[in-house]
Nanobody
Framework: QVQLVESGGGLVQAGGSLRLSCQAS????????MGWFRQAPGKEREFVGYINKSGGTTEYAGSVKGRFTITRDNAVNTVYLQMNSLKPEDTAVYYC?????????????????WGQGTQVIVSS
């Protein structure tokens, strides 16, 4: 069992930065790939990026590539989403998710555990 708690969301102006954190409980964190997804009002959930269990591989959606960076610290069971050059279209609830397979995937259905989400609002 893995419990995930996101934090770090808030209101930021366009062009600004935010860093989201996702704290995991349990002993399996280091075996999990971690993904970030987001859901804007009236839209379906979309993939943002993932990092594999070792932290050596990351993948990002085209809409955030070059602006967002995912890192992890297995010593403190935390994964981070650094978001730079934020745009109003980045406004959404951001969710972290854990994939027990460890390799990472862009498919939300492959993830086993989800956090409750944290709201990010980017004003123009």
């Amino acid at each position: 069992q893995v419990q995930l708690v996101e934090s770090g969301g808030g209101l930021v102006q366009a062009g600004g930065s935010l860093r989201l954190s996702c704290q995991a409980s349990g002993r399996t964190f280091s075996r999990c790939a971690m993904g970030w997804f987001r859901q804007a009002p009236g839209k379906e959930r979309e993939f943002v990026g993932y990092i594999n269990k070792s932290g050596g591989t990351t993948e990002y959606a085209g809409s955030v590539k070059g602006r967002f960076t995912i890192t992890r610290d297995n010593a403190v069971n935390t994964v981070y989403l650094q978001m730079n050059s934020l745009k109003p279209e980045d406004t959404a609830v951001y969710y972290c998710a854990a994939d027990l397979d460890g390799y990472g995937t862009s498919r939300g259905s492959d993830y086993n555990y989800w956090g409750q989400g944290t709201q990010v609002i980017v004003s123009s």
